[in-house]
């Protein structure tokens, strides 16, 4: 099966009735790249770039970051590489960051709310990707966005870097900025955020925990934990459809979007991309290769 599989390399992700999909890998570590190249990943949809954070004792430099973020752009040469910034806090853990014991740490002190309340930390980040940027095609997506404020209090973060970067010589291209809808409330305000950023990428992981207030970390609960729910698919549709009518793409890139029992729902829904761990890239190939959306 294996075998039949890898004969689908180099083949594009192109419905019976011609609908094109990007189909792209998520990494969590730069070990994965292999792992990408050889399943023919479109590109990179989720790079969690916590990983440089975690299992360490102190702040990552700018410097080292951005070798980590030139490395894998130089990599993919050319194919997209979407990073996710810093997503700490809840099942993610990082001592030095002194994040106190919390009550709630899935609805705590996390992901772009530590960014937005610690900018030294965000601004640290923003300035490896945007130099990073000058070697592939990179874009940024911020995690955890649940009000139209915080987008434009990044994009003027993210605008002081640009200053900052132009002041004092140093070469940046400007990369493209989406933002990942995981929260009920950024579903809600899909049409104004969609007017604020280049794409949309939902993470169904969080949206599902979110949406049915299940903890996605508690397995006593997997029956109750149900990321196919039709509130979780009818969000995804309203996301596609303010994605499209703002004239932005929109793809999926928690676990559910390599659930190959829908992928023919999500290509009729109108899902501009699907982004998986890689050995789920051919898998779906194959499926996006035997659909015909007039059909279903
Ligand atoms: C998600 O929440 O669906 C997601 C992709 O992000 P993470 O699993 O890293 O929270
Ligand atoms: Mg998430």
Redesign the pocket.
């Known amino acids: 099966k294996r075998e039949m599989l890898k004969l689908l390399r180099g083949r594009e992700n192109v419905t019976i009735d011609g609908k094109e999909i990007m189909l792209y890998a998520?990494i969590?570590d730069m070990k994965d790249l292999a792992a990408v190249m050889q399943n023919d990943a479109g590109g990179i949809g989720?790079f969690?770039s916590?990983f440089i954070y975690l299992g360490r004792d102190n702040y990552p430099t700018e410097e080292e970051q951005f070798q980590i973020y030139k490395t894998v752009a130089e990599t993919m040469a050319g194919k997209k590489v979407i990073i996710?910034t810093l997503?700490i806090g809840?099942?993610?853990q990082c001592e030095y960051f002194g994040i106190g014991q919390e009550e709630n740490p899935a609805m705590g002190l996390r992901?772009i709310r530590i960014c937005l309340m610690r900018p030294e930390i965000f601004k640290t980040q923003l300035r490896a990707l945007y130099r990073a940027s000058a070697y592939g095609n990179l874009a940024i997506m911020y995690?955890?966005i649940s009000n139209l404020w915080e987008i434009r209090r990044i994009k003027e973060i993210a605008k002081e870097v640009e200053q900052e970067l132009t002041l004092t010589g140093i070469e940046f291209t400007r990369p493209q900025q989406g933002i990942?809808i995981?929260t009920p409330a950024a579903v809600m305000i899909s049409e104004e955020l969609a007017k604020e950023v280049d794409f949309f990428?939902?993470?169904?992981?969080?949206?599902?925990?979110y949406t049915l207030a299940v903890d996605?970390q508690n397995p006593e609960l997997d029956a109750f934990y149900e990321p196919n729910h039709p509130a979780v698919m009818r969000m995804i549709q309203m996301i596609v459809d303010n994605a499209h009518k703002a004239g932005i793409w929109a793809g999926?890139?928690?676990?559910?979007g390599a659930d190959t029992t829908l992928t023919k729902e999500f290509l009729a829904m109108g899902v501009d991309e699907l982004?998986v761990s890689p050995g789920s890239v051919l898998p779906l190939r194959k499926i996006i290769l035997e659909t015909d959306t007039r059909s279903i």
């Open positions: 998520n969590g989720l969690r916590e996710r997503d809840a099942d993610k992901a995690p955890l990942m995981e990428s939902i993470g169904t992981n969080d949206l599902t925990q996605r999926i890139c928690g676990e559910l982004s």
